[in-house]
């Protein structure tokens, strides 16, 4: 199957540094790949959609500035938290997809700003 | 837009059945989805159901649709313990997943 992995799975990080996921897509090419963020016990929120070469649609309420997405590749997307504060600290999740198909999920990525 | 609501908690005992509900509001989703979350971990595709069908069954996983009321279901048979998890349902609309709170599925021995 489809199998998409999240790099670190897990990052403590001081406040005022920078923070860069990693999303891949290892077995397939996707065109499309999607970032949510969980808080804890909430639902999933989607916070941007990138496309494989062009800019990332970011959600309404989502600073550009602040979370910087870069899907240079067919199998690589990141996502890097800028400045981050204790509030950014979260469950970040990528997905992948190939057009409009099933989103894959990545294992997430527990953020901890301290 | 899109807006899925989904109940909180259910503990069910193993080998009974559980069932979880989820509302949503965007009637022009193609494709209505239940997820499975384990802790700490991402999203699983457990089934998901045609716009235009009633019902689903999978295995030990049963979808019901609503669509009048909008309302979607999922009956877990003889639940176990690895179905210990959060559940999300989801709606597609606009190209774009829009989730449930979740429910947390507690079984115990």
């Known amino acids: 199957g489809a199998v998409v992995s999240q790099h670190p799975s897990w990052v403590i990080c001081k406040s005022g540094t920078s923070v860069k996921i990693e999303c891949r897509s290892l077995?397939?090419?996707?065109?499309?790949m999607f970032w949510y963020r969980q808080f804890p016990k909430q639902s999933l929120m989607l916070m941007a959609t990138s496309n494989e070469g062009s800019k990332a649609t970011y959600e309404q309420g989502v600073e550009k500035d602040k979370f910087l997405i870069n899907h240079a590749s067919l199998t690589l997307s990141t996502l890097t938290v800028t400045s981050a504060h204790p509030e950014d600290s979260s469950f970040y999740i990528c997905s992948a997809t190939v057009g409009y198909n099933e989103q894959f999920f990545g294992p997430g990525t527990r953020l901890t700003v301290l | 837009g899109e807006d899925v609501e989904q109940s909180l908690f259910l503990s069910v005992r193993e080998g009974d059945s559980s069932v979880i509900n989820c509302t949503y509001t965007?009637?022009?989703?193609?494709?209505l989805y239940w997820y499975k979350q384990e802790p700490g971990a991402g999203l699983q595709l457990l089934t998901y159901?045609?716009?235009?069908?009633d019902m689903k069954q999978d295995q030990r996983l049963t979808v019901l649709l609503n669509k009048k009321d909008k309302h979607l279901s999922l009956r877990i048979a003889d639940t176990q313990t690895g179905d210990s998890a959060i559940y999300f349902c989801a709606e597609d609309g606009n190209n774009r997943l829009a989730f449930g709170k979740g429910n947390q599925v507690v079984v115990i021995p």
């Open positions: 965007d009637s022009s989703s193609t494709y």
């Open positions: 159901i045609f716009s235009n069908m």
């Open positions: 077995d397939f090419q996707a065109t499309t």
